[in-house]
């Protein structure tokens, strides 16, 4: 559907993140020396919030702090990465979100240790009057009391990061479904997104790492593959995507379309260590999906 306010509602996590670029991980008892070593905002509504607003378009994010250094870091970065922050709220009795992430490029794989930060709340005026809402694992539950049993046309268009944290079954009141592929085979038994469509989505869209990705709406079905670039670190891709996804659709987008600007996002995320630092902008994602465009496939692409 046409969307006539972009300005878009994040509701979920937000960290702050030491991130080390290791040539291997340290044995127990060890010791390795790093690579680089950054400190930067993460957590998957953020990130996604923090794409969608260097991609050009109005964010707001609903997450919780704490009283910390990290808490005020975190609202630090939201902002300088343009991200209305207007609706996050501190909490003096909890720590802030906080991960160490290890990336081990011996193996092209990441460890992460994550320490949650408060609980996630938003009002039902701030979720209803939201055009377009996005929530991770965090958001949804904080945001599914104000809007089950709300019929679509007054309440905004949903997207849900379904991810590998808690993954659920598409809500009926969520239009933009977005898991792992793993996670559409988990929770539907079979990575065949027409289950999913079944509950309501408007759009399915699973994630498959460096195998790319796969969609469905009630048109078609589509595939594409990862770009092909020198990656540095996959760590944020994933919330870049749903960031991206989300920006394509309030752009009116066609699915094919929303699916390669997404997924040139994600990949040039990947330059960065971190899951923020790289994100480009609207022109350089549109001009690189223009290269890898979705493919239609005759069946559900498995």
């Known amino acids: 559907m046409p969307v006539t306010?972009?300005?878009?509602?994040?509701?979920?996590v937000a960290t702050w993140d030491v991130v080390a670029d290791l040539p291997h991980l340290p044995a127990a008892d060890g010791r390795v020396l790093v690579d680089d070593l950054v400190a930067a905002g993460g957590g998957p509504a953020a990130a996604a919030a923090a794409?969608?607003?260097?991609?050009?378009?109005p964010a707001r994010l609903a997450t919780a702090v704490g009283?910390?250094?990290?808490?005020?870091?975190?609202?630090?970065?939201?902002?300088?990465a343009g991200v209305d922050t207007s609706l996050v709220r501190v909490d003096a009795a909890a720590p802030s979100g906080s991960c160490v992430v290890l990336v081990d490029r011996s193996q092209d794989a990441r460890a992460i240790c994550v320490r949650p930060g408060p609980h996630t709340e938003v009002d039902a005026g701030d979720v209803l009057g939201a055009g377009l809402l996005h929530v991770d694992q965090r958001g949804l539950p904080a945001v599914e009391p104000h809007l089950?049993?709300?019929?679509?046309?007054?309440?905004p268009v949903v997207s849900y990061d379904a991810g590998n944290l808690d993954p659920r079954r598409c809500p009926a009141w969520v239009d933009l479904y977005v898991p792992t592929l793993a996670t559409l085979a988990q929770v539907y038994g079979d990575a065949d997104p027409?289950?999913?469509l079944a509950d309501g989505?408007?759009?399915?869209?699973?994630?498959?790492?460096?195998?790319?990705a796969v969609a469905a709406d009630r048109t078609g079905h589509y595939r594409i593959p990862a770009h092909d670039i020198a990656v540095r670190s996959t760590l944020g891709a994933g919330d870049v995507f749903h960031g991206a996804l989300l920006a394509a659709y309030a752009r009116d987008l066609a699915l094919p379309d929303a699916l390669a600007y997404a997924n040139a996002a994600a990949a040039l995320s990947c330059r960065g260590l971190d899951g923020r630092s790289a994100i480009a902008g609207h022109d350089e994602t549109a001009a690189l999906a223009?290269?890898?465009p979705a493919t239609r496939t005759a069946d559900a692409p498995m």
């Open 5 to 12: 306010d972009p300005t878009a509602l994040f509701v979920g």
């Open 51 to 57: 794409t969608f607003a260097r991609l050009g378009l």
């Open 67 to 80: 009283s910390d250094r990290d808490g005020a870091a975190i609202t630090r970065a939201l902002v300088d």
């Open 148 to 155: 089950a049993g709300v019929p679509a046309g007054r309440r």
């Open 194 to 196: 027409d289950a999913a």
């Open 201 to 212: 989505a408007t759009w399915v869209v699973a994630t498959d790492g460096p195998r790319g």
């Open 290 to 292: 223009r290269k890898l």
